[in-house]
């Protein structure tokens, strides 16, 4: 992987914080034959996890046919296959990403927003002690994020909304229960690797399987 690609995988690297590596994890990884078919790969396995790759053979017309986030039956299936711990799977334009627990469960933005926001509320990094969703998030995720002193604001649905919302009340995550998730202190748009790699760090943290 040359230039800007590169340079990406170096900055997509550096989400997963200093002391932490992926040694030891399997992980499936699903690149819906999109744009993420080379950068995806590479950032889990320079971290030091072992890669199941799998839609990571783009033709210009296959693009999400069959795989990634809008069809995760297929990294579900290979998780159970491989024993993976994990299973990550982008959309055609990565901005989404939809995970498989180590039994190949589902676990949806919703989950994921929780995950996360409990940890970065923990780490001090959760700023104004909010999570900014939708209003197509479950209600549970909002009973839980009030369990732990969090609050979250609903939006119309559409990561744009959710962003100007975040903008608008100098808030730094948010996100869909369709796996759209914005970490704004990294990119100000959705990116399901970073996303991907965030949940990882907690698993790596907790000591825990997702």
Excluded at 53 to 81: E, F, R, W
Excluded at 82 to 104: C, S
Excluded at 119 to 136: A, C, H, P, S, Y
Aim: charged content about 20%; some cysteine; hydrophobic content about 40%.
């Amino acid at each position: 992987i040359d230039g800007a690609w590169s340079r990406y995988v170096v900055f997509l690297k550096s989400i997963l914080p200093a002391d932490l590596t992926l040694d030891g994890l399997k992980i499936v990884v699903d690149c819906a034959h999109g744009a993420a078919y080379k950068v995806a790969p590479a950032v889990f396995e320079e971290l030091g996890a072992s890669v199941i790759a799998t839609g990571d053979t783009p033709d210009g017309t296959n693009i999400n046919d069959g795989y990634g986030s809008l069809h995760p039956k297929h990294m579900c299936q290979l998780v159970k296959a491989h024993n993976a711990d994990i299973g990550i799977a982008l959309d055609g334009d990565a901005d989404r990403v939809i995970v498989a627990d180590e039994q190949g469960h589902i676990v949806d933005g919703d989950h994921l927003m929780a995950i996360s926001a409990i940890q970065m509320k923990r780490e001090g990094n959760l700023q104004n002690d909010t999570l900014v969703g939708t209003v197509m998030s479950n209600m549970g995720l909002e009973i839980a994020m009030r369990n732990q002193g969090i609050t979250l604001l609903r939006t119309a649905v559409g990561d744009r909304n959710v962003v100007e919302e975040m903008r608008k009340g100098n808030h730094n995550f948010g996100g869909e229960q369709s796996g759209h998730l914005v970490y704004l202190d990294h990119s100000s748009t959705g990116d399901g690797i970073i996303a991907a790699l965030k949940t990882l760090s907690v698993m790596i943290r907790e000591k825990k399987p997702l």
